[in-house]
């Protein structure tokens, strides 16, 4: 069957193969002294980041290892914002965002609890300081969030994000809605990647190892391989 997989599926694409070969053999040989390894995604919409998430759970749940994924809709205010297009766009952006900080909180304090190998918490702790600074959120109210979190940290931050254009166009060319959407739109995603440039000293604070890796021109299966390969390298050390 291995045979197959090398000589068929990946007859034309060789490299990619022996590339996963080398990933699968590094996961295999991965050692955990200390659990849970706490990991967050933030970035732009459509930067990749659900795909990133759901590969790199995947293939590290086949290796045996123990994973739990945190999505955004574990945050209980954004499964109920989520489940009516008529609250998220009335809701008060950063109202919603300050309620979220106190969920996030609450639920990151929960994780070590947990008899979990990896979690993989998306739109974390992190995020927050980028959705305060966009929805209109004073340094002062930044700095306070900063306070608040003391010392949590992550054990690894990726940031993946991606062109305003880039988003727009995956965003659109893969719906059937041509509807104005509340945050995935070209002001709201410009002011989050300038918000991200100007709040990332926060990070430091937060996060023990930061990568950022930009999707705009790589394919979505390369982008979670070589954020897997970082993960995995991470531990390892």
């Known amino acids: 069957m291995d045979e197959y997989i090398r000589d068929n599926i990946f007859k034309e694409y060789q490299s990619r193969y022996q590339d996963l070969v080398t990933l699968n053999q590094k996961i295999e040989d991965i050692k955990i002294n200390r659990k849970p390894i706490l990991i967050e995604f933030l970035?732009?919409?459509?930067?990749g980041k659900s795909t990133s998430i759901e590969l790199i759970s995947d293939v590290l749940r086949k290796h045996g290892l123990k994973v739990f994924v945190v999505d955004e809709e574990k945050v209980k205010l954004t499964k109920v914002i989520?489940?009516?297009?008529?609250?998220?766009?009335?809701?008060?952006s950063l109202d919603y965002t300050n309620q979220v900080i106190d969920e996030k909180?609450?639920?990151f304090d929960s994780f070590y609890q947990n008899d979990e190998d990896v979690i993989i918490f998306d739109r974390g702790i992190n995020d927050e300081f980028i959705w305060l600074d966009t929805f209109g959120a004073t340094n002062s109210k930044i700095e306070e969030y900063d306070k608040k979190l003391q010392d949590r940290k992550v054990d690894i931050l990726i940031i993946q994000t991606c062109d305003v254009e880039v988003s727009l166009k995956r965003k659109y060319f893969n719906s059937l809605s041509i509807m104005p959407n509340k945050w995935t739109n070209f002001e709201t995603l410009s002011k989050y990647l300038g918000g991200l440039e100007k709040v990332s000293k926060y990070f430091n604070n937060h996060a023990k190892v930061i990568h950022y890796i930009d999707s705009s021109?790589?394919?979505k299966v390369e982008v979670a391989m070589e954020i897997c390969n970082q993960i995995i390298d991470d531990i390892n050390q």
């Open 217 to 219: 021109k790589i394919d």
């Open 105 to 107: 909180v609450l639920l």
């Open 82 to 92: 989520n489940e009516s297009r008529s609250k998220k766009m009335q809701v008060d």
């Open 43 to 47: 970035g732009s919409a459509r930067s």
